[in-house]
């Protein structure tokens, strides 16, 4: 927040210097949000990614190598693949965290209930429902467990979308 904000800001102050409708946010901006979720999502992804490529046997690179394929043929049409389910594993994980995060993303992207467009101050899902929780009642609380709903729903289209990816990698014989 101490770093990237006032970066984002000076990015926002060259690219609007000449419109005269655009509201400044001070660099607390949809852009600022994704940068961050990136970086916190990086580490879960290498690690499982690496994982999973350190647990490809030796064997099936030795295989490929004898059988003449270079060694970029057997990182890309071998190692990989035989990895997919691992990365794609990470990625999941990863995923998950991005869409459960509220708090650093509530500080970096302005909790502005906006049209989510990159210079403009946000406020996710699970920020909305983390902000108006422990004031709500009524209708406005059926809301905030709607919205829960809502966010519910779409982490398990994206966990059945990779799931669908990770076992049609996984077909011999393609």
């Known amino acids: 927040m101490m770093v990237l904000n006032p970066m984002m800001f000076k990015i926002e102050k060259m690219l609007f210097a000449k419109d005269s409708t655009h509201q400044y946010t001070g660099g607390a901006n949809m852009l600022s949000a994704i940068i961050?979720?990136?970086v916190?999502?990086?580490p879960?992804?290498?690690s499982v990614s690496t994982s999973s490529l350190k647990a490809v046997p030796d064997s099936?690179?030795?295989?490929?190598?004898?059988?003449?394929a270079t060694r970029e043929e057997t990182i890309f049409k071998t190692v990989i693949p035989a990895a997919k389910s691992g990365i794609l594993t990470g990625v999941v994980l990863g995923i998950g965290r991005a869409l459960g995060e509220a708090m650093a993303i509530n500080?970096?992207?302005?909790?502005?209930v906006n049209i989510p467009l990159p210079f403009n101050s946000v406020r996710t899902l699970t920020t909305q429902i983390v902000s108006e929780m422990g004031y709500a009642s009524g209708t406005h609380r059926q809301v905030l467990f709607t919205v829960g709903l809502v966010l519910y729903i779409l982490i398990m289209i994206v966990n059945l979308v990779l799931l669908k990816a990770r076992k049609g990698g996984s077909?011999?014989?393609?």
Do not use: E
């Not at 099936?60 to 003449?68: D, I, T, Y």
């Open 36 to 38: 961050v979720l990136a």
């Open 171 to 174: 077909r011999h014989g393609d």
């Open 60 to 68: 099936l690179r030795a295989a490929s190598l004898a059988l003449g």
């Open 107 to 112: 500080m970096v992207a302005g909790g502005a």
């Open 40 to 42: 916190m999502i990086l």
């Open 44 to 46: 879960t992804v290498i």
